[in-house]
T-cell receptor, first 117, second 108 residues
Framework: SAVISQKPSRDICQRGTSLTIQCQVDSQVTMMFWYRQQPGQSLTLIATANQGSEATYESGFVIDKFPISRPNLTFSTLTVSNMSPEDSSIYLC??????????????FGPGTRLTVT | DAKTTQPPSMDCAEGRAANLPCNHSTISGNEYVYWYRQIHSQGPQYIIHGLKNNETNEMASLIITEDRKSSTLILPHATLRDTAVYYCIVEYGNKLVFGAGTILRVKS
């Protein structure tokens, strides 16, 4: 299974600022995903990031607020822009690994815990 | 997209089998059922997935009904470390849509 690391693991930021979260994978993967988990809630998919193309955002998420980069097959970044306290969440990176038979498994990073004051 | 229904919480005695049910009555014929769990303050952990047949790995067994409208995740000998939120997910266009999950509490 893929090993995923995220930086920073946690941060406390002031409103109006931006934070860039890094996701590093130990193997080349085609599809990477960014999720948000608000306090006490389940995970919500923000966007899908494929190398060499624009990220695809889910309903309710826009590129201006959550710009994503995917420069190569092992790395991606998510920026949370112009932050407000409502952006306080855990942000998780995940990757897709194709397994025998055409199905896939998705592995998650440890998450970045963001608090906006 | 297929949605899933799970009980909000369950208790299980340590050493006993934990059977976690999931309903997915609107699942399509080529959609897989996935199970993940999330232990407090950690990223979700993949457990198992299946399409039609029952599946077993070192962590758990997955029993899918013949009509595929429901499934059960079985942890054969639950330990205190299995206390977590368990998510039953039906794949939707290569995406995993998480529901609320089941909080499993394993008690000694």
């Amino acid at each position: 299974s893929a090993v995923i690391s995220q930086k920073p693991s946690r941060d406390i930021c002031q409103r109006g600022t931006s934070l860039t979260i890094q996701c590093q994978v130990d193997s080349q993967v085609t599809m990477m995903f960014w999720y948000r988990q608000q306090p006490g809630q389940s995970l919500t998919l923000i966007a899908t990031a494929n190398q060499g193309s624009e990220a695809t955002y889910e309903s309710g998420f826009v590129i201006d607020k959550f710009p994503i980069s995917r420069p190569n097959l092992t790395f991606s970044t998510l920026t949370v822009s112009n932050m407000s306290p409502e952006d306080s969440s855990i942000y998780l990176c995940s990757v897709e690994d194709i397994v025998t038979g055409g199905s896939y498994e998705q592995y998650f990073g440890p998450g970045t815990r963001l608090t906006v004051t | 997209d297929a949605k899933t229904t799970q009980p909000p919480s369950m208790d299980c005695a340590e050493g006993r089998a934990a059977n976690l049910p999931c309903n997915h009555s609107t699942i399509s014929g080529n959609e897989y059922v996935y199970w993940y769990r999330q232990i407090h303050s950690q990223g979700p952990q993949y457990i198992i997935h299946g399409l039609k047949n029952n599946e077993t790995n070192e962590m758990a067994s997955l029993i899918i009904t013949e009509d595929r409208k429901s499934s059960t995740l079985i942890l054969p000998h639950a330990t205190l470390r299995d206390t977590a939120v368990y998510y039953c997910i039906v794949e939707y266009g290569n995406k995993l849509v998480f529901g609320a999950g089941t909080i499993l509490r394993v008690k000694s």
